[in-house]
């Protein structure tokens, strides 16, 4: 299928030439690690006010995981949190469908190059890869903005 195979260049461009790959100055850092198949992440954000003003990461895996971090990086540097956090829920709710989300303009229009993780969303074992970064990268916000998991203040 032409589609699948396009998703699959640009999940495997994103893998060969990582967007914000090496560890920079950041308001917040944390480590994950997906203990199904040891792929893992050490993530820095750093914000100025309600701007993420970068994203940095480090970190060993498949190709989907490493890609979804470059995806990750391009997608939200630059934007508002609120407009961050959008993006992030629209992502994890395709990486949830199980296959079953069809995406249509407007999700391809929220998710840019991320919307090629789409096929991954049928493999189980293969979302928790996609989501290593992006859950990474929720904690660390939290972190920088003095929030706790629960999204209340510390």
């Given amino acids: ?5 396009m998703y699959q260049d640009v999940i495997l461009d994103h893998y060969k030439n990582p967007h914000g790959r090496g560890l920079r100055n950041g308001d917040a850092e ?3 690690v997906n203990p199904t198949c040891g792929d893992e992440i050490t993530l820095r954000v750093r914000l100025d006010g309600d701007t993420i003003k970068d994203v940095s990461y480090e970190g060993q895996g498949c190709s989907i995981s490493q890609a979804s971090a470059s995806v990750l990086n391009e997608l939200l540097v630059g934007k508002e949190l609120t407009e961050a956090r959008r ?3 629209t992502f994890l709710e395709l990486m949830q469908s199980k296959g079953k989300a069809e995406p249509d303009d407007a999700m391809e229009e ?3 190059d991320a919307i090629a993780f789409a096929g991954v ?3 189980p074992a293969r979302v928790k890869c996609a ?3 992006w859950m990474a990268w929720k904690d660390a916000t939290a972190q ?4 706790t998991a629960g999204g209340k203040t510390a």
């Fill in 1 to 5: 299928m032409k589609l699948d195979s």
């Fill in 30 to 32: 944390v480590h994950h």
């Fill in 121 to 123: 969303s049928k493999y």
């Fill in 87 to 89: 993006i992030q829920e």
């Fill in 110 to 112: 929220v998710l840019e």
């Fill in 144 to 147: 920088a903005l003095g929030e």
């Fill in 131 to 133: 989501l290593l970064s």
